[in-house]
């Protein structure tokens, strides 16, 4: 009996007779043989199976289109010639699908433009099979990160009835049939019987969870109805908040360094073959870049510091550096690649381009804020202590215009057992394009979301 | 200088001095010493700090009220009398927060009722510290058990055009200022240019990767708009969708009883406090049914097969059995517990009462869905094999009145390298409540969203 096996696995099977079932990614006949590059899913590179006219369906075989399902029986070797790989001599194919000419995926170079429009089927492309199983790989290691560290993963809502960021940029959700001309709406009727949204963060949500279990996470999708058309932003996304009791700011950076140094170390030790793929051909340099990272401690430097550092460096920015602002990328990039060379934490910022909830310095003005700004990206986490006083968080609240109703709940964590604690936002899109070089958010999400755009 | 130590990592550190932050629990003062039952959220159990007049501020720490948060320092000695627990001897108790007198949380037992009216503070209680720390690790292991198999993670979307179950009862999400009665509205102006939803499965999305990976699952949130006020129902809840590629139903039987005997074992593993806590206070007998869950294979039974066996039974049911109903609860259950005595597979469905996409038998009468019935609870998974034949599939969406437009990507999964195939949906908070005994969903949820419910 043959052995059915993984293509994973296929090292382990030298010279046994194997069984395994998968797809055509090339085929060439040449009258009386053929070679099949075949694979399963479950590796990255492919198998060669060569096939002659021993079989009995040689002819159905030598026709097969890209793509077409089969079942292959064969004895595995060593590849002669090609190195590490290995080919299958097959003794049988069973052809379970033909795919037909018509398929839209043929063996030549497709523009990443058009892969988005058959999002259901560019999985099956080197790229995005490389991008989604780095998705995958990467987002385990988030994980494992923080459980093995003893963080509660805690799901936060996606339906909320807060503007946690207090910017807008919402989308509603309701079952009621707003389009009917002839039904008078009321809030009464809908669902929630109250306008309800999307969430845009689970941070104040973790932040109740927070205090009473030290250490928690939420990581799941979150928002953003923004009308804006550029590689970095989606409507839907996903993003890690981690929160941490008991913990300032300078804990928030060495755990930061910690799990970004963790999760590209767990990506190389469990996808060699899509990094290099990667390196090779999506952005050269990018073991370099990564290797720079795993490499190096990260600096930490204060605004104040960074704004002083920008503007001593006499370079011509397209918009001008002064204390107040909020760094744009061309700041960010220019730090962490010209001033730094290697990913720095940029601290305490203005309070005024910052959220209501950071926790104020002694200096009035600035916040105990941190962006990690990283070369070739820039921002990559942003985070802060959080205000653990009562009374001056309220103040902020009022200064800012907020709905002290809104926020009721979220000053209880404030009046009841309140701790010093802090914590960080990474968005996993950003960090996921870092990691495989891929420079725009639409190829990194399975069926991206942006305006106008939902397909399937 | 002290250990700062976690309450979760004591035993390591018995008589030496060490430093610990959290919060108090309970506090009895007994004019010259006291006893604080302490915990910092790492760990179930409390710790009890003994405290005397030595200390500098004893009267300001005698008068702590509950959930006032401190930083002890002290020898950890091993309790006396009280057996494996340890206490600490304070030198030194420092107050970071005074909890005032009317915090909702006090000392006595509160309803499960009362309790969800302070969702962002329940989770320091007892029941639901124990219920939020097993999610927590429920849901790793499952991304543990998937990944360790290899299967890649897909993020599918929560934000979709499709109406993946043909059921309605879906959330609509818009921009459009649709309460503006000077506004005309009209799609053209809304975000996605089009209707767009909130997911009910991520089933059909995660389809497209199987067939680049071969082995896939999606865990994330789903919606339904459905206005039912049971204990089973929320409008947003978490489901794991794996999806297997050259699996027949045989081997997804194979994989859902796998998984569900890993994940019990691991929540054990991790949660031996837990665990005891709610087989002594939540449902007494739970040891021994889950205990009864890993001991014993599953039971196979076919649709038809149940049926007659329900008849033969005699059982005076509310609703009688017969063939082609969609089973109850009673019968469920009656199935798993009465006949069966385990939990129980029941598979080969009359096609009338399943979805579209699953296989059709050669009786043309049934599908290759399965559900697994567990004692106390019925329905815990359902699943089946998938319709591979593209002209089968067109048939079943046509009889059923389906808009083929919207399954057109769909469809191209079996026009173009269509493999046999299964998978299955397992309902979060189901299993959690399973593993729990929390008998309302409200309860397994950090903040539930329910029909007229939407708080925080």
């Known amino acids: 009996m043959e052995l059915r096996i993984l293509a994973k696995e296929i090292s382990k099977y030298e010279d046994k007779t194997v069984k395994l079932e998968g797809w055509v990614k090339k085929n060439r006949d040449q ?30 075989v030598s026709k097969l289109n890209v ?51 058959i999002s259901h089927l560019r999985p099956r492309t080197n790229t995005f099979n490389a991008v989604f199983r780095v998705r995958s790989i990467l987002a385990y290691a988030l994980h494992k990160f923080f459980q093995e560290k003893g963080f509660i993963y805690v799901h936060t809502p996606i339906i909320t009835g807060t503007d946690a960021e207090g910017a807008g940029e919402m ?42 279990f030290r250490n928690t996470y939420t990581f799941g999708p979150t928002f953003r109805a923004e009308n804006s058309n550029t590689t970095k932003h989606a409507a839907e996304f996903w993003m890690l908040e981690p929160e941490i009791a008991f913990a300032n ?4 950076m060495d755990i930061i360094e910690e799990m970004i140094k963790y999760v590209i170390k767990y990506v190389y030790d469990n996808a060699k073959d899509e990094m290099d793929f990667f390196d090779k051909f999506i952005e050269k340099g990018l073991h370099d870049k ?16 960074a704004i002083k550092l920008l503007q001593e460096s006499k370079n011509k920015f397209e918009i001008d550096v002064e ?55 820039g921002e990559i986490v942003g985070g802060s202590q959080r205000e653990e006083d009562y009374d001056k968080l309220m103040k902020v609240i009022n200064e800012k215009g ?13 009046k009841y057992g309140s701790v010093p604690h802090s914590g960080f936002g990474l968005g996993f899109e950003r960090i996921l394009m870092y990691i495989t070089g891929i420079p725009n958010i639409r190829d990194v999400i399975p069926f991206a979301r942006t305006t106008r755009q939902l397909e399937y």
């Open 31 to 60: 009258k009386e043989f053929g070679f099949i590059e075949f694979n399963d899913g479950t590796a990255f590179n492919p198998i060669q199976v060569v096939y002659d006219k021993q079989l009995d369906n040689f002819t159905e």
């Open 67 to 117: 793509y077409s399902s089969i079942i292959v029986e064969g004895k595995l070797v060593k590849s002669i010639g090609s190195g590490q790989n290995y080919e299958i001599k097959a003794n049988k194919i069973e052809v379970l699908n033909k795919t037909p000419l018509e398929y839209p995926l043929q063996n030549k170079r497709h523009s990443f433009e058009y892969l988005r429009t």
């Open 171 to 212: 989308f509603q959700i309701t079952t009621l049939d707003f389009m009917n001309k002839n039904k008078k709406l009321d809030y009464k009727d809908d669902f929630f019987a109250k306008p309800a949204f999307l969430t845009v963060t689970g941070q104040l949500h973790v932040e109740s969870f927070n205090s009473a």
């Open 249 to 252: 700011l300078e804990v928030n």
């Open 290 to 305: 990564l290797n720079n990272i795993l490499d190096n401690g990260f600096a930490r430097v204060t605004y104040t510091e």
């Open 323 to 377: 204390w107040g602002m909020d760094l744009k990328t061309e700041h960010e990039r220019y730090l962490a690649e010209q001033i730094f060379k290697r990913p720095v934490f940029v601290t305490d910022y203005p309070k005024d381009i910052k959220a209501f909830y950071m926790k104020l310095n002694d200096d009035n003005k600035t916040v105990r804020a941190v962006d990690l700004l990283a070369p070739g990206i």
């Open 402 to 414: 907020l709905n002290y109703a809104e926020y009721e709940w979220y000053l209880d964590l404030r």
